[in-house]
């Protein structure tokens, strides 16, 4: 070691070998200064989720509610007080549509729907004139036409019968007792002779014993209501007729509208029968009475039907033109608006340097009509706004502490992560379980089926499809006994029943999956409620809940399967929700 020290080319090598060594640690890279580096990035990158900006996190990934790919919060906009800066691809996953105001840009037209009635002036009830037994009939079902004066059938009467021998006795002594005459006569016009058949009857001395009935009025037979062989009184009712060469089509519309509505207005309307046939009428009459159900009243046109193609119960729909519309006024959608009750909001698009932002306008609305609202104060004509999409920017606005529907002037605040899901009100509704007999439960179980049917529609974004299994869940509801139910079950079925059926009252007439999915969660609440109380499945069931239903204040849902497949929003959001509870 000591003859190792004292060689002088072991020392230089090893000096050269230290040198190197201090030199790599001084001046090469340092890996832990680069992983401190993206260390820092990474914590202070913040990923949120487009449609639920509530969703804060600090490494990328998918979002715990709805299943979406993170992407990084854009915080451009924390300098503008009033803005909210929205990535182009925030905006393409929130659906949000865009559209420019201006006087004339809207509808003015209502679309209502209602049915064909017979003109109620135009029915006739054809009675018997003479008491007797029907010999014969000529009008043997309903829907066939009468003409005025045609034979019915006839009848034997064995007061009319004595009333021609009445009448041929004293015609014989009419010269010394002409009274007794013309009172016999009377007795027979009373029942309704004509002065041909008095004196046909007088100049041939014959007695008839069958008696024509003759229709008083034109129209055709809707109801029976004798058969042949039946003994009748003066009076009694024989069949109900209506003239339908003019008749009622009566359509419903909303309380809001009515205002918009006028006597001798004319309106255009189609039938389900012939939609590409257009028909006309005007507006006679408008019912002072309002349905505590739809919330509608009753509109009353009247048309003409010279070709018999309006029979009643026909389906019927038009497009009303609107009472005092103008057209030169600003007129948005009504899904642009976000009302409190007390402030109604838009929000206005703003491109500029810094990108794509959008900023809340308080607006005054003044009169609606059809689908749009007019506004009097906040907007000008050839403003861009969001149509689509308002509540998922308004909700980025809360969280960013920007101007809102609920928040007018802006609120500092810290945004802290949040990935709870909230819990829904229906979970919460307390039920009482009560036990039902094996006849209830095999009752019930094709309303489950058609309400399976009914969520699998909506999930598929499937308007017809959710159109026919709603209208047959509703007939499924409307054949269920309330007599299968007993005690406090009776009681919970009628609560159930009755909600359901305001529910789907119009199931047939919505024109939108919109509409649809709003009577489902109606529907939805009250089936969790029965499952959990009666209890009367086959299995598991679960309970799901989506947060972004009925404008995010949530909704829930019945599923055979745990996996979430959302009815309320369809392929636009599949996989938003979660499972609040399982129902064995």
């Known amino acids: 070691m000591k003859n190792l020290l004292n060689n002088k080319y072991f020392l230089v090598i090893a000096s050269v070998i230290m040198g190197l060594v201090i030199g790599g640690v001084l001046f090469s890279p340092s890996n832990e200064n680069e992983d401190h580096d993206h260390s820092e990035v990474a914590t202070n990158t913040e990923y949120t989720c487009s449609m639920h900006p509530q969703i804060r996190q600090k490494e990328p990934g998918n979002c715990p509610i709805c299943g979406m790919a993170l992407i990084p919060v854009d915080d451009s906009s924390e300098g503008s007080v009033d803005a ?79 009333a021609q021998k009445e009448l041929l006795e004293t015609y014989k002594i009419k010269e010394s007792q002409p009274a007794l005459f013309e009172s016999a006569k009377q007795k027979l016009k009373n029942w309704k002779l004509t002065d041909g058949q008095i004196e046909k009857l007088v100049s041939s001395g014959v007695i008839q014993n069958a008696f024509p009935i003759k229709a008083d009025k034109s129209g055709y037979v809707f109801e029976r209501k004798v058969n042949q062989g039946d003994h009748v009184k003066m009076g009694q009712e024989l069949f109900m007729t209506s003239d339908l060469s ?62 018999g193609m309006l029979k009643p119960e026909m389906l019927a729909s038009a497009r009303l033109q609107l009472v005092g519309s103008n057209s030169e006024s600003i007129q948005i959608s009504k899904s642009a608006v976000l009302w409190t009750g007390e402030r109604s909001v838009v929000y206005e698009k703003v491109e500029d340097n810094n990108g794509l932002s959008f900023v809340m306008r308080e607006v005054t609305l003044g009169q609606q009509i059809g689908d749009y609202y007019v506004v009097t104060e ?59 007999d094996q006849k209830a439960k095999t009752d019930l179980k094709p309303l489950y089926e058609q309400y399976f049917a009914f969520e699998k529609a909506l999930v598929n974004d499937d308007y017809e499809g959710a159109k026919a299994a709603g209208g047959t869940f509703k007939d499924e509801l409307s054949k269920i006994s309330m007599t299968v139910f007993k005690g406090k079950a009776h009681e919970l079925w009628m609560s159930f029943s009755n909600n359901m059926k305001a529910s789907m009252e119009h199931i047939q007439h919505f024109s939108t999956i919109a509409e649809q999915r709003a009577a489902f969660m109606e529907i939805s609440k009250n089936m969790i409620a029965m499952t959990k109380s009666f209890h009367p499945q086959e299995g598991t069931l679960y309970v799901q809940y989506c947060p972004m239903a009925d404008d995010n204040k949530g909704a829930n849902w019945l599923s055979q399967q745990e996996d979430i497949l959302n009815p309320y929003f369809g392929d636009s959001m599949l996989t938003c929700g979660n499972v609040e509870e399982e129902l064995k």
């Open 84 to 162: 909210i800066t929205m990535s182009p691809e925030a905006v393409k996953l929130a659906n949000i549509v865009t559209m420019k105001v201006g006087g004339g840009t809207a509808e003015t037209n209502l679309n209502i729907v209602g049915k064909v009635k017979q003109d109620e002036r135009r029915v006739y009830s054809q009675t018997s004139h003479i008491p007797g037994r029907i010999e014969t009939l000529n009008i043997n079902f309903t829907g066939e036409y009468v003409k005025a004066g045609q034979a019915i059938g006839t009848l034997y009467s064995p007061e009319l019968v004595t």
């Open 246 to 307: 003019s008749v009622w089509v009566l359509f419903e519309v909303y309380e809001q509208d009515l205002s918009k509505v006028n006597i001798g207005q004319n309106l255009k309307f189609s039938v389900t029968a012939a939609p590409s046939q257009t028909f006309e009428g005007k507006i006679t009459f408008i019912s002072p009475l309002i349905d505590p159900k739809t919330r509608t009243a009753s509109v009353r046109v009247e048309a003409k039907n010279t070709n």
């Open 378 to 436: 906040g907007l000008e004509a050839g403003q861009e706004i969001a149509v689509n999409g308002t509540f998922s920017i308004d909700a980025a606005a809360q969280l960013a502490g920007k101007p809102s529907m609920m928040s007018p002037k802006v609120v500092i605040k810290e945004v802290a992560n949040v990935n709870k899901i909230p819990t829904s009100e229906t979970s919460k509704i307390e039920v009482e379980q009560v036990e039902i």
